[in-house]
C-alpha cells in the first residue's frame, strides 16, 4: 500500500543522521549511478516501454544529467514515486533528482526542495465525452468531476468552481487510473488533471475520439525537475544542464550534428557550450564535454520533447508555451557564459 | 523475611525501569532528531496548518462543510465519515456473519454448502479486488441520470447513486417524538412485565407484538394529530444530475458492502466454531423440554457461543475499522482519502501519518476496551 511507503519515507527522514549531507555530486559519482524519482507511470513522462525500460521526458532528462555527471547515460537508478512521496524522497536524499513538478512557493521554501528549470509548462485542465456536449468549463454548473488526489488538483478545481461561481461534485480517487475508469464508466461527468495528462490518458484510453479536452486551464502548472534544498553545487549542476539542453535548441544543435558543430562551429556561443573554448563545465564541478555527453544522449530540448510528445507519439501535444522564447513560446535559457 | 522479598523484587523493578527508560530515551532523540532534520532542512512542520482553510472539496460530508472551511474542519470530516462507515459495517457484518454462522451448521445440506461457499469466497479474495469488483459492478449496471430507475415516487437510482426525498421537519413534529419517546418506554416496561409475569407464571405477555403496535402507533396517530408535520424535498433531475433530496452514492455504498461482506465471511466462522463448542447434551436438553428449533437457537445456543464468539470478533472488528481506509481507492473521502489531499496540497506528511496513526489507535482501543467489557459480561461465572 502507499500508506506503508509513505510510513517507510517518513521513518527514513526520522532516522537520518542530524549531521550535513555529503553533497550529491560526490555521492553520485562514487557509486556511479544516479538515483532519479520517476513517476508511477505516465506515458510521455515517464513510463516503462514495451521492453520494460524506462521512457519518456522526465527519463530523457535523467539521461541528460547521467551523461554530463557519469559519463554513462545509463547509469540510473529509477526510484517510482507516488505524487504525495515525491516531495519527502528528495529532501530526504533518497533520491538524487526527481521528475518534473509544479514549483510552487510553499514547495521551495518550507518543503526541502529547490526547483531547476522549468522543462514543460503544463496547466490543469478538463475532459470531458463530446456526447455531452459541453464546449465550455464554465457550462459544467452541477457536474461531477473525478479528481486524482496527492496533488493540488483538488484545491484547483475548487477555487476554479468558487470562482466562477458554479458548482462542481468532486470524487476523489487515489490513482488515475481509478479515477479515469470512473469517469469512462459515467461515474463523473469530467475528468481533471494536467492537460499533457488528459493528452496521455486520452491517447490510452479505448476509444480516443470520444472524449474532448475543454480550453481553459485553471492553473499553472509549471513542472520543473527539483533536488535536496541546501546543495547549492549540485542544484547549480542539474540546472545548467538543462540551461544547455535549451540553449542548443536555440543554437540548432542536434544529437546528429553535436561533435560537428563542436568542431567547425565559429559562433563563441555555441563554442563555450560545447566547450570548444572556455571552461564552463568546471563552473559547475565537471570537465568541458560536459554538455557534449548530454546531447549526444538525448538530443537538444526540441528533440527531447518531440520525442515523447510530438506529433508522431500518440499524445501529440503542441508545444504552445513549450516552444522556444524565440517563436513565441516560454522556453528560454540563461546565457552560458 | 520481609526484607528477603523486597530484595526479590527490587531487581525486577529496576531492571524494567531501566528499559523503559531506555525506550523512552530513544523516543526522544528520535523526537528530537527529527525536529532537527526538518529544521536544518527548512521543512514547515507543526499542527498550525489545521486552522488554515482548507480550500478542498469534499462531495460526502455528515457535517455541514465548505472548501472555506479549514484543515482541521475537513479532517474532522473524514474521520466522521471513518466511523460512520466502520460503525454501520459492524452492525450489518455482525447479522448477516451470525445468519451465515448459523447457516453453516444448518442441517439443510443445500443452505450449509452455501454458506460455506460464501465464506470461502470472500475470506480468500483480498478486499481491495472485492471493493473494486462491487465499484465496477455498480457503476457498469446502475443507469446514466437522465435513465434513471425510480422504483418508488420520489426515489431515483443511477450511477451517481440513491436519490431520495429529503423529510424536513416542520412544527408539531415535537409531538410525534413525544410520541415516540412516550412508546419506547412503555415496551421497555411491557417487556420487563412480560419477563416477571414469565417467571411467575410460565406464561409471559406477547410483549413483541404490543411494542411493535405501540411503537409504530402512538408516533402515527400523533403525526396525523399534529397535522402532519414533514414536508419532503423530493429531488429532481436539473442539468447534469439529481439536486434536492438525499443521496447515497455509489462510493459509499460499493465500501459499505465490500467491508461487510468481506468482514461476515470471517464472523460467519467465529459464530460457526462458537455454535460448535456448545455442548451437544445442551441441545439434547433443549429438545428434551419441548422447545422448538428456533427458540433452542436464539435463547439456548447463540447466548452461549458468545464466550468463544467475543474475542475473535473483537479482531475482526478492528481489522474493519483499519480497513475502511481503502475507502482511498474507490473514492469514497474517508480519513485517510482526505488526509491524502492535505499532505498533497501541505506535504506535512509526518503530522498528517501522527494523526492518522492517532485516530485509528484511540478508536480500535475504544473497540476493544468495550468488547472486553462484552466478553467480561459473557463469561462463565462459578457459583
Not at chain 1, 476554479?160 to 463523473?188: H, M, P, Q, W
Not at chain 2, 473494486?132 to 422504483?151: G, I, N
Not at chain 2, 407464571?201 to 410483549?207: D, E, I, Q, S
Request: aromatic share 8%; proline share 4%.
Amino acid at each position: 500500500m502507499k500508506i506503508i511507503g509513505k510510513l517507510l519515507l517518513a521513518l527514513a527522514l526520522l532516522a537520518l543522521a542530524t549531521g550535513a549531507m555529503a553533497g550529491t555530486l560526490e555521492k553520485v559519482q562514487q557509486s556511479g549511478e544516479l538515483v532519479l524519482g520517476v513517476s508511477e507511470g505516465v506515458a510521455g513522462f515517464s513510463a516503462p516501454d514495451s521492453n520494460g525500460k524506462w521512457a519518456g521526458f522526465d527519463v530523457d532528462m535523467g539521461h541528460a544529467v547521467a551523461a554530463a555527471v557519469l559519463k554513462n547515460a545509463d547509469a540510473i537508478k529509477f526510484v517510482p514515486l507516488a505524487s504525495k512521496q515525491k516531495i519527502v524522497a528528495v529532501s530526504s536524499g533518497q533520491v538524487d533528482l526527481s521528475r518534473g513538478t509544479t514549483w510552487t512557493m510553499k514547495r521551495d521554501c518550507k518543503q526541502g526542495v529547490d526547483f531547476t528549470v522549468v522543462l514543460f509548462y503544463d496547466g490543469q485542465g478538463l475532459m470531458v465525452k463530446k456526447s455531452l456536449g459541453v464546449t465550455k468549463a464554465t457550462e459544467l454548473d452541477g457536474a461531477s468531476v473525478a479528481v486524482v488526489s496527492g496533488t493540488t488538483s483538488e484545491l484547483n478545481v475548487a477555487d476554479f468552481a468558487r470562482a466562477n461561481n458554479i458548482k462542481l461534485e468532486t470524487v476523489v480517487f487515489e490513482s488515475k487510473k481509478e479515477a479515469f475508469n470512473a469517469y469512462v464508466a459515467g461515474r463523473t461527468d469530467a475528468f481533471t488533471t494536467d492537460v499533457s495528462q488528459l493528452a496521455s490518458l486520452r491517447a490510452g484510453a479505448a476509444n480516443p475520439g470520444e472524449h474532448i479536452i475543454l480550453p481553459e486551464t485553471f492553473s499553472k502548472e509549471p513542472l520543473s525537475p527539483f533536488v535536496r534544498h541546501g546543495d547549492q553545487q549540485w542544484k547549480d549542476l542539474v540546472t545548467w544542464v538543462l540551461f544547455g539542453l535549451i540553449e542548443a535548441e536555440e543554437k540548432g544543435i542536434t544529437q546528429a550534428n553535436v561533435l560537428d558543430m563542436k568542431a567547425k562551429s565559429q559562433d563563441p556561443a555555441v563554442q563555450r557550450l560545447l566547450g570548444a573554448t572556455g571552461d564552463v563545465g568546471s563552473f559547475v564541478g565537471l570537465d568541458n564535454d560536459w554538455l557534449v555527453r548530454a546531447i549526444q544522449a538525448v538530443g537538444n530540448y526540441g528533440e527531447m520533447y518531440d520525442r515523447s510528445f510530438g506529433p508522431k507519439t500518440a499524445l501529440n501535444i503542441p508545444r504552445g508555451h513549450n516552444n522556444l522564447w524565440t517563436k513565441g513560446g516560454l522556453i528560454y535559457a540563461m546565457p552560458i557564459r | 523475611m520481609q526484607a528477603f522479598r523486597l530484595k526479590e523484587q527490587l531487581v525486577p523493578i529496576l531492571t524494567q525501569t531501566l528499559v523503559v527508560g531506555a525506550i523512552l530515551y530513544v523516543a526522544l532523540l528520535l523526537f528530537q532528531n527529527t525536529q532537527a532534520n526538518l529544521e536544518a532542512r527548512n521543512i514547515a512542520s507543526g499542527f498550525g496548518f489545521l486552522s488554515v482553510e482548507s480550500g478542498m472539496p469534499i462531495n460526502d460530508s455528515l457535517l455541514a462543510y465548505a472548501p472555506a472551511d479549514t484543515y482541521g474542519r475537513a479532517f474532522l470530516v473524514g474521520i466522521v465519515n471513518t466511523l460512520f462507515v466502520s460503525a454501520l459495517s459492524i452492525v450489518l457484518a455482525t447479522a448477516l456473519g451470525v445468519l451465515v454462522g448459523v447457516a453453516r451448521v444448518s442441517a439443510n445440506w443445500l443452505v450449509a454448502r452455501l454458506a460455506a461457499v460464501y465464506v470461502e469466497l470472500f475470506r480468500n479474495i483480498p478486499l481491495l479486488l472485492t471493493l473494486f469488483f462491487c465499484y465496477s459492478t455498480l457503476l457498469a449496471f446502475l443507469p446514466a441520470p437522465r435513465q434513471s430507475l425510480s422504483p418508488l415516487a420520489g426515489v431515483f437510482i443511477n450511477n451517481r447513486g440513491v436519490f431520495a426525498p429529503r423529510p424536513h421537519w416542520l412544527d408539531g413534529m415535537g409531538w410525534v417524538v413525544l410520541a415516540l419517546g412516550l412508546a419506547a418506554i412503555g415496551a421497555v416496561l411491557l417487556a420487563r412485565r412480560s419477563k416477571r409475569l414469565r417467571d411467575e407464571t410460565g406464561r409471559g405477555l406477547p410483549a413483541g407484538w404490543i411494542s411493535l403496535g405501540l411503537i409504530a402507533g402512538l408516533p402515527t396517530l400523533a403525526y396525523f394529530l399534529a397535522g402532519r408535520p414533514i414536508d419532503f424535498d423530493v429531488p429532481t433531475l436539473h442539468g447534469f444530475n439529481f439536486k434536492g433530496g438525499m443521496v447515497l452514492r455509489p462510493e459509499f455504498t460499493a465500501l459499505l458492502t465490500g467491508l461487510v461482506l468481506y468482514t461476515a465471511a470471517f464472523i460467519g466462522e467465529n459464530v460457526r466454531s462458537g455454535i460448535q463448542s456448545v455442548d451437544k447434551g445442551q441441545l439434547d436438553a433443549a429438545k428434551a423440554l419441548g422447545l422448538r428449533p428456533g427458540s433452542i437457537m436464539r435463547k439456548v445456543i447463540l447466548p452461549q457461543t458468545l464466550r468463544v464468539c467475543i474475542p475473535a470478533t473483537t479482531n475482526d472488528y478492528t481489522s474493519l475499522v483499519k480497513n475502511s481506509s481503502l475507502a482511498v481507492a474507490i473514492g469514497y473521502p474517508d480519513m485517510v482519502s482526505i488526509g491524502g489531499t492535505i499532505i498533497g496540497q501541505n506535504d506535512q506528511a509526518i503530522e498528517v501519518i501522527g494523526l492518522w496513526m492517532a485516530v485509528y489507535l484511540t478508536i480500535n482501543l475504544v473497540l476493544s476496551l468495550g468488547m472486553n467489557w462484552c466478553n467480561a459480561k459473557v463469561r462463565l461465572v462459578e457459583r
